[in-house]
C-alpha cells in the first residue's frame, strides 16, 4: 500500500493507504476531443469513476489510517520525512509538529514564540516547510520573506536567514545531491539561492515584476534547469549555470487570464517535461526544451478549484490537488517520447488532433478544505 497525507482549512491532519492497482482497475477511461477553452491542440480524458469521501471512506483501495485535529487554525505546509518515519506540520497558530507515520501520534513540536522578550515580536505566519534526504533539517519559509533552519531530531533552531524576499515565501527547493547546504526558494517577486550554514543569500535575481508562485527542479540530480509558475500564467525557465539565477533564461505563456500556481518536473527519462496546475483546474504537460504545451487534463471542469498542489507517487503517477479534491492520475499508456510527435501530427490537421492515451484520472478522492499534501 502507498501512503500520502492531506492538512485541511481546519487543522487536519489524516494519513491514508491507497492501492494503486485496485484503483487503476476501477477506472474506465475513454478520449474526446474539447476544443470549449479554445485550444485546439490539446486533447482531454474524460473518465468513469467511482468518488471517494475522504471523510467517510469505505472503498477498501483507498483507507484512512487515521486522522487527527492538529492545528488550532489551518495547516499550512505538510512533509514527510525522507525515510517514511515522520510526519512534519505547521500551522497557521505558528506550531510545527512532528509525528508518528505510523500512529499520528506527536512526538515533538516546535512552540511559536510570541513573547515580549521574541527579538522581533509576533512571529510572521509560516508558509512553507521542507525536509532534505541527507541532513536532519527542517527548512521554514514565512510571511515576512525569513527562512530558519530546525533540527529534525532536537527540534531546536540551528540557522536563520532574515528578509531573504520582500515578501512570503512561495516555495523552497533543496539543491541536494550537489549540495546540502544550499537551497533556492522564491517569494514575492524574487528567487533567491541562499546557503543556510553560512546564513547567507549567494545569488537573487533580478525583479520579475510579476510575482513567483511555486518552482521545481526539472533534474534533481544535475540542478541544469529550474521552473517557476508566475501569477500571470506563464512558467519562466532558469538555468543558474548561465546567469547565476539573476534571471529567467525563457518563458511558457499558457494563459494570461490565469496564474501558474504549482509546478512539478514529470521526472522523464530526457529532463524535458514538466507539469503545470492553473488556478482555472487545468493541468498543463509542458515540452520544457521547445517552449511549449503538449497536454492538458482537468482537474475540475466546472472552473471552481485551482490545482495548488501537484506531486508524483514512487511509481511516477501525477497527483494534482485543490481545495476541494485530490485526483491521483493513471501513468498506463503514457510514453513521453510520444509527445513531440502526437504535436506535429495535431499541427498539421484540421480537424481534432490524432487521439493518444493520457493520463486518466482514478476515482477522484473528494474532501474539504485541502490545504497541503505530501505523499510516500
Given at each position: 500500500m502507498n501512503l500520502f497525507v492531506t492538512g485541511t482549512a481546519q487543522g487536519e491532519v489524516k494519513l491514508f493507504k491507497y492501492d494503486a492497482q485496485k484503483l487503476e482497475d476501477s477506472v474506465l477511461p475513454f478520449n474526446t476531443y474539447d476544443s470549449s477553452l479554445g485550444l485546439p491542440n490539446c486533447t482531454t480524458v474524460?473518465?468513469?469513476?467511482?468518488?471517494?469521501?475522504?471523510?467517510?471512506?469505505?472503498?477498501?483501495?483507498?483507507?484512512?489510517s487515521w486522522?487527527?485535529?492538529?492545528?488550532k487554525g489551518s495547516c499550512r505546509d505538510v512533509k514527510f520525512d525522507c525515510q517514511g518515519e515522520y510526519i512534519y506540520t505547521a500551522g497557521s497558530d505558528g506550531v510545527i509538529k512532528k509525528a508518528d507515520v505510523s500512529t499520528g501520534?506527536?512526538?515533538?513540536?516546535?512552540?511559536?514564540?510570541?513573547?515580549?522578550?521574541?527579538e522581533e515580536g509576533v512571529e510572521a505566519t509560516i508558509t512553507r516547510i521542507l525536509t532534505v534526504p541527507n541532513k536532519p533539517f527542517l527548512i521554514v519559509g514565512d510571511e515576512d520573506g525569513n527562512v530558519k533552519c530546525y533540527d529534525t531530531n532536537s527540534m531546536e533552531k540551528l540557522y536563520e536567514l532574515?528578509?531573504?524576499?520582500?515578501?512570503?515565501?512561495n516555495g523552497i527547493c533543496h539543491c541536494a545531491p550537489k549540495s546540502d547546504y544550499k537551497f533556492v526558494s522564491i517569494g514575492s517577486l524574487t528567487l533567491a539561492n541562499w546557503d543556510i550554514r553560512k546564513e547567507k543569500v549567494i545569488h537573487k535575481s533580478e525583479s520579475q515584476d510579476d510575482e513567483v508562485l511555486s518552482c521545481a527542479w526539472v533534474d534533481q540530480d544535475t540542478q541544469k534547469t529550474m521552473i517557476c509558475g508566475m501569477a500571470e500564467g506563464i512558467v519562466t525557465v532558469?538555468?543558474?549555470?548561465?546567469?547565476?539565477?539573476?534571471?529567467?533564461?525563457?518563458?511558457?505563456?499558457?494563459?494570461?487570464?490565469?496564474?501558474?500556481?504549482?509546478?512539478?518536473?514529470?521526472?522523464?527519462?530526457?529532463?524535458?517535461?514538466?507539469?503545470?496546475?492553473?488556478?482555472?483546474?487545468?493541468?498543463?504537460?509542458?515540452d520544457i526544451a521547445h517552449g511549449r504545451k503538449i497536454e492538458q487534463i482537468f482537474?475540475?471542469?466546472?472552473?471552481?478549484?485551482?490545482?495548488?498542489?501537484?506531486?508524483?507517487?514512487?511509481?511516477y503517477r501525477l497527483v494534482s490537488a485543490g481545495i476541494d479534491k485530490l485526483k491521483l492520475w493513471s501513468n498506463k499508456g503514457n510514453d513521453d517520447n510520444d509527445d513531440a510527435a502526437s504535436i506535429a501530427s495535431s499541427d498539421s490537421s484540421s480537424g481534432p488532433p490524432n487521439k493518444k492515451l493520457k493520463p486518466q484520472a482514478l476515482p477522484t478522492i473528494s474532501s474539504h478544505g485541502i490545504t497541503k499534501f505530501d505523499d510516500l
Open positions: 474524460g473518465v468513469y469513476g467511482k468518488e471517494v469521501d475522504l471523510d467517510d471512506v469505505e472503498n477498501d483501495a483507498v483507507v484512512m486522522r487527527t485535529k492538529r492545528h501520534k506527536v512526538v515533538a513540536k516546535i512552540e511559536r514564540n510570541d513573547s515580549a522578550e521574541a532574515k528578509k531573504v524576499h520582500g515578501d512570503a515565501v532558469w538555468k543558474p549555470e548561465y546567469n547565476e539565477f539573476e534571471d529567467q533564461i525563457s518563458r511558457i505563456n499558457l494563459d494570461k487570464e490565469e496564474s501558474a500556481e504549482s509546478v512539478i518536473s514529470a521526472m522523464d527519462s530526457n529532463d524535458r517535461y514538466g507539469y503545470v496546475g492553473m488556478s482555472n483546474g487545468i493541468v498543463s504537460k509542458i482537474h475540475t471542469e466546472k472552473d471552481d478549484d485551482s490545482v495548488s498542489i501537484l506531486d508524483l507517487d514512487h511509481e
